[in-house]
């Protein structure tokens, strides 16, 4: 079957959609519970979503569901697909980064850059259309493999799949002014954004106010890994909105993790809840990894499921949204950069069912809006045909068979016109 949209155009009639992400198409059999209505996607022949003259082909959905294609807005490139080397941890995140930090002496550019390549291969293959990625960077990013690799990657998948990396750094890296300058100002040169992992005690007001001081220095976006622990007293994720406060950075914002916030006390959850949300910092959540190394002990049960209150932000008005994280490497032994697999684990892990639809939307528009990916997280007519059709009649379908076949379309054209299943897919009926 081919789908692509060469010729006269194309129709995806009877689609099913989120209609908070199909404001433009005209909508049918809204589903207030659901959020789901049915539109007939129409595809030109330069592969923008618009409505193609008469005598287009048409091609039946019916109902099966269409999402936008994905972003997933924080993984580890440079380490995936490295857990067979590096091992298992027996313990959590300091296990972890340290089989990491000794598998690092093996990331030659030949072995970064097949683990990154097969990563892409992957994400793109699963519907995802822009990914930021961030990279170890313990000497300056000119001096680093894994910057020279992302470069050339960049290049050879752009159209296909947008990467933003983020220059990964301990907090403390700041206290040298000379060294962070030059090393903000090759990120800066890079097209990269600021990074800081801030492990637990390390984050001061004056190193935060340094970090924001420098990055509107040198136009650069920032992202957090903050407070990756249970600890209930971990605050790196206040400090950041103080600083923020204090220093009147205005430049987007991100932070990962933020697991303690599901600790502490309810009053100091709810005032620092109060304070992201009105700094706009966006809060990315990985279940995937804070669930396999959150209260993680050799001979014990976990007690605890180490996520954010992703539920508590997203009612205070806050911008919350899950990513992937590390795949098949020792911070996460599975994996296979697939936005439904990573956006199931984090819907059943914080019981989001009853919500879904809002969840959803949700994912797609603040994972996008979160890195500056404009045009991506929704269906626009006039922009392009990025879409995913599943073998699924509903949210709750899709969440049930996530590896279940599906279709994915880049500008009006399946992205594996190859794969025997296609046909399948779209001519038996959903069952
Ligand atoms: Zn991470």
Redesign the pocket.
């Known amino acids: 079957m081919n789908l692509q949209a060469a010729g006269t155009g194309l129709w995806l009639d009877n689609a099913r959609v989120p209609a908070a992400l199909a404001e433009g198409f005209a909508l049918r059999d809204v589903d207030a519970g659901t959020g789901l209505a049915t539109a007939d996607l129409g595809v030109n022949r330069d592969g923008s979503f618009g409505a193609p003259p008469a005598g287009a082909r048409r091609i039946d959905l019916q109902g099966r569901l269409v999402l936008p294609a994905f972003v997933d807005s924080?993984v580890?490139l440079d380490k995936a697909y490295t857990v067979a080397r590096a091992g298992l941890p027996d313990g959590g995140l300091l296990a972890a980064v340290r089989l990491a930090g000794a598998d690092a002496e093996n990331w030659t550019v030949a072995d970064l850059e097949s683990r990154m390549e097969r990563a892409l291969v992957r994400a793109h293959a699963n519907g995802t259309a822009a990914m930021r990625t961030?990279l170890d960077t313990p000497v300056p990013p000119l001096q680093c493999a894994s910057w020279q690799v992302l470069g050339r990657l960049r290049q050879g998948w752009r159209g296909r799949l947008d990467i933003q990396a983020v220059a990964l750094m301990a907090l403390e890296r700041v206290d040298d002014a000379a060294d962070y300058a030059e090393r903000c100002r090759q990120i800066a040169a890079l097209d990269g954004v600021l990074g800081a992992f801030i492990a637990p005690g390390m984050a001061t007001a004056a190193r935060l106010d340094r970090l924001f001081e420098m990055a509107a220095r040198h136009g650069l976006a920032v992202d957090f890994?903050v407070d990756e622990t249970l600890d209930p007293e971990a605050r790196g994720l206040e400090m950041i909105c103080d600083s923020l406060a204090r220093t009147g950075f205005d430049g987007p914002v991100m932070a990962?993790?933020c697991c303690s916030l599901a600790t502490m006390p309810q009053a100091d959850r709810a005032r620092i809840i109060a304070k992201v949300a009105a700094c706009g910092v966006h809060v990315v959540s990985?279940p995937h990894?804070n669930l396999f190394l959150q209260d993680r002990r050799a001979g014990t049960t976990p007690r605890h499921r180490g996520l954010t209150a992703v539920q508590e932000l997203r009612a205070a008005g806050a911008s919350v949204h899950f990513a992937s994280?590390?795949v098949q490497d020792p911070?996460y032994p599975y994996g296979d950069y697939d936005m439904v697999e990573v956006f199931r684990s984090g819907v059943q892990t914080a019981q989001l069912e009853a919500d879904l639809g809002v969840w959803l939307a949700g994912q797609c528009i603040e994972a996008a809006r979160a890195c500056g990916f404009g045009g991506l997280g929704r269906l626009i007519p006039g922009g392009h045909a990025d879409a995913i059709v599943f073998q699924a009649r509903d949210l709750l379908d899709l969440m049930s068979r996530r590896a279940g076949p599906r279709l994915v379309i880049r500008q009006g054209v399946p992205v594996r016109p190859d794969r025997a299943d296609l046909s399948t897919l779209l001519t038996e009926e959903v069952r």
């Open positions: 924080h580890h961030h890994h990962g993790h990985l990894s994280d590390n911070f």
